[in-house]
Nanobody, 125 residues
Framework: VQLQASGGGLVQAGGSLRLSCATSERFFSEYTVGWFRQAPGKAREFVAA????????YYADSVKGRFTISRDNAKNTVPLQMNNLKPEDTAVYYC???????????????????WGRGTLVTVSS
């Protein structure tokens, strides 16, 4: 499964960006998808995840109420809408996918087998 994250850029604090995770994988609708980020000098951390059917979503506490993950299985995309961005959101953002066991939605990087290249988000103060 090849994934492509896009939509990153430079934005001022309080602004918004919409990232997208896209793939040509035929059965993408069967995959759980997660977004992770890695800031300079820090470990990769979980941001948000969505179940294969789009019914279940999880968010890191640091982004709850500001970020929204969704999916369009017809277009094979999983957007991440990011509002009220803060300088501490600055990081490279990665999307990842995995075939779940039942309804499980992973919130750890080791639970995902497929990763795309990241897209850089920079939030200026």
């Amino acid at each position: 499964v090849q994934l492509q994250a896009s939509g990153g850029g430079l934005v001022q604090a309080g602004g918004s960006l919409r990232l997208s995770c896209a793939t040509s994988e035929r059965f993408f609708s069967e995959y759980t998808v997660g977004w992770f980020r890695q800031a300079p000098g820090k470990a990769r951390e979980f941001v948000a995840a969505i179940s294969w059917g789009g019914v279940t979503t999880y968010y890191a506490d640091s982004v709850k109420g500001r970020f929204t993950i969704s999916r369009d299985n017809a277009k094979n995309t999983v957007p991440l809408q990011m509002n009220n961005l803060k300088p501490e959101d600055t990081a490279v953002y990665y999307c990842a996918a995995d075939l779940p066991v039942g309804q499980r939605v992973g919130v750890h990087a080791f639970e995902y087998d497929y990763w795309g290249r990241g897209t850089l988000v920079t939030v200026s103060s």
